[in-house]
């Protein structure tokens, strides 16, 4: 089995840095082969552009999907980074992404690098099929995240609101949509207001929860059969939403 991190901090003495460093061991000692995408050490570019292309469908006019479109399906080919980066994550049977939230979401290189590397024509899109019938169907992937603010915070009764509704972008609109199955996040919650002790603490429930991860229960999604595309992919009459941003019944 194969898991791949992608790891996104700045500082390489960061909490985030140990985090990642905890799920490589965590795993190899399972077994497991890890490869790890440090974005900033990489010094991978963030932002999509033009240049994320070897030949342009359209020199004049950028569509950044359909210029993802043309380099996977003549071999025009994207450049080098992104690549390498679509090579590591079609072949992980675990994808991690591991980083701080920044403004109830990803760091931006890590939004970049999805951007980029999650490419239409070969990730989603086309023949490849999305949701329950995405390309990473029976793989598994989630979310490691550090937090300024602690679990009570982000909980109903709390001032930023449930995680779990935070990370519905990324759990429903990133992983879900490219067909993963979705394990619970894991929250180390304010490490640097912890004393050490805690922070160890922290570092052992997650290589627990990684130890243990044949034993989590994936998150609950719709089927992509649940929606009627006619209606504007919206739940075929009498389903019942029973997502976290799907709350609604269909009529
Ligand atoms: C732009 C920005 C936006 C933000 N937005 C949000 C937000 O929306 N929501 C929110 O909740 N928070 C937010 N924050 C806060 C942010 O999420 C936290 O600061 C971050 O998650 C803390 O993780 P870290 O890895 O950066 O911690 P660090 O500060 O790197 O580490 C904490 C402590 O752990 C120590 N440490 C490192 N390695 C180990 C180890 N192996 N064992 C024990 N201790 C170790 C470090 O020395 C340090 O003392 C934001 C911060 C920024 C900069």
Redesign the pocket.
């Known amino acids: 089995m194969k898991a791949l991190i992608v790891y996104a ?1 700045p ?1 390489p ?6 985090m990642k460093d905890c799920a490589e061991k965590t795993l190899r000692s399972m077994g497991w082969e890890v490869e790890v995408s440090d974005l900033y050490a990489q010094g991978f570019k963030a932002v999509a552009d033009g240049d994320d292309f070897k030949d342009r469908v359209d020199p004049a006019f950028l569509k950044y999907a359909a210029e993802q479109a043309h380099a996977s399906a003549d071999g025009a080919g994207f450049c080098d980074d992104v690549a390498a980066e679509i090579e590591k994550l079609k072949s992980a049977d675990l994808l991690i992404f591991q980083f ?5 979401g990803f760091p931006a290189i890590l939004k970049g690098w999805v951007d980029r590397v999650f490419a239409a024509g070969t990730i989603y899109g086309g023949d490849i099929g999305m949701f329950s019938e995405g390309l990473f169907r029976g793989k598994r992937a989630l979310v490691s995240f ?4 602690t679990k009570q915070t982000y909980s109903g009764v709390g001032l ?1 609101g449930r995680a779990d509704v935070t990370l519905w972008p990324i759990e429903n609109g990133v992983l879900n949509f490219a067909g993963f199955s979705v394990l619970p996040h894991f929250q180390a919650e304010a ?2 207001k912890l004393d ?1 002790a805690g ?2 603490a922290i ?1 052992e429930n997650w290589a627990s929860y990684l130890r243990s991860i044949d034993d989590h229960t994936p998150l609950e999604f719709h089927d992509l059969g649940d929606f009627d595309q006619s209606k504007a992919w919206t739940l075929r009459a009498g389903i019942k939403g029973r997502t976290v941003g799907q709350d609604g019944v269909g009529e």
Not at 146 to 149: D, N
């Open positions: 901090h500082e003495q960061s909490f985030n840095n140990a701080p939230m920044w403004w109830f550090t937090s300024g603010a930023y490490p640097a050490d922070r160890k570092l």
